[in-house]
C-alpha cells in the first residue's frame, strides 16, 4: 500500500472492547510542537505529550461507560479517567501513518 497523506479534516474510528473511538491522526509537526514544549533542560515528558495528543486528537466516543454502567458523553475531561492500556492503544492510533484494516473513515473532506 503506497504512503497516502494525512487529511486535516479526517475522522477514524477504533473500537476497543465494544466502545467506538473517534479521532484524528496526527500530523508530524503536531507531534514536534509537543515534545518541544512539553521538554525541559533535555528531559521530555511522554506522558505529558500523550495526555496532550489525547485531548486535541480524540474527538469523540460512542458506547463509554461509567461504573453505573451509563453512557459517558464526550469530555476530553473524562479522558484522563479512561484505563491507560486503551489510551496506549489511542495513542498508538492518533500516530500512525496508514489507517488498520479494522478502522474506517468516518469523514474524509
Known amino acids: 500500500m503506497p ?3 494525512i487529511s486535516k479534516t479526517e475522522v477514524l474510528e477504533k473500537k476497543i472492547f465494544g466502545t467506538i473511538f473517534y479521532y484524528r491522526r496526527a500530523l ?3 507531534w514536534n510542537n ?3 514544549k512539553n521538554t525541559n533542560r533535555g528531559v521530555t515528558d511522554f506522558d505529558e ?3 496532550e495528543i489525547l485531548k486535541t486528537h480524540l474527538t469523540g466516543w460512542k458506547d463509554l461507560k461509567d461504573e453505573d454502567e451509563k453512557e459517558v458523553p464526550f469530555n476530553v475531561d473524562t479522558i484522563e479517567l479512561i ?3 486503551i489510551l ?3 495513542i498508538k492510533a492518533i500516530s500512525s501513518h496508514e489507517v488498520n484494516k479494522k478502522e474506517k473513515i468516518v469523514k474524509n473532506s
Open 83 to 85: 484505563p491507560q492500556e
Open 3 to 5: 504512503v497516502q497523506i
Open 88 to 90: 496506549s492503544e489511542l
Open 28 to 30: 508530524s509537526q503536531e
Open 49 to 51: 505529550v500523550g495526555m
Open 34 to 36: 509537543l515534545v518541544r
